[in-house]
């Protein structure tokens, strides 16, 4: 079954998709009945690297997970669905869903 079948396309609230590797994490605000991307950040982002650097993996991810949340924020989003793909919940995953909730997500 597919991710969006699950989390159910809604125009009440877009998602906060993660994508994972095995040295980089970015997370995205998604709107997918308009197909637009309201907020995003990333470990390739130039401004977020260098705040990273010397960094474990866990602490940008931290850091890229209340990042999203300031810039959704800004963009005017409160509430998202979070989008997990096929990633566990746990280690970097749930450190950004942790950062992203403290940054006034809601989810």
Do not use: N
């Amino acid at each position: 079954m597919g991710v969006r079948r699950r989390l159910g396309l809604s125009s009440d609230h877009p998602r906060l998709s993660v994508f994972r590797s095995s040295k980089h994490i970015s997370a995205q605000v998604i709107d997918d009945l308009s197909g637009l991307t309201l907020a995003s950040a990333s470990t390739l982002e130039v401004a977020l690297r260098t705040q990273c650097a010397g960094k474990t993996k866990t602490e940008c991810a931290t850091l890229i997970g209340s990042t999203v949340a300031e810039r959704a924020k800004t963009a005017g989003v409160e509430m998202v669905k979070f989008d997990r793909s096929w990633y566990l919940y746990h280690g970097r995953v749930k450190a950004l869903a942790e950062a992203a909730r403290s940054g006034g997500l809601k989810f």
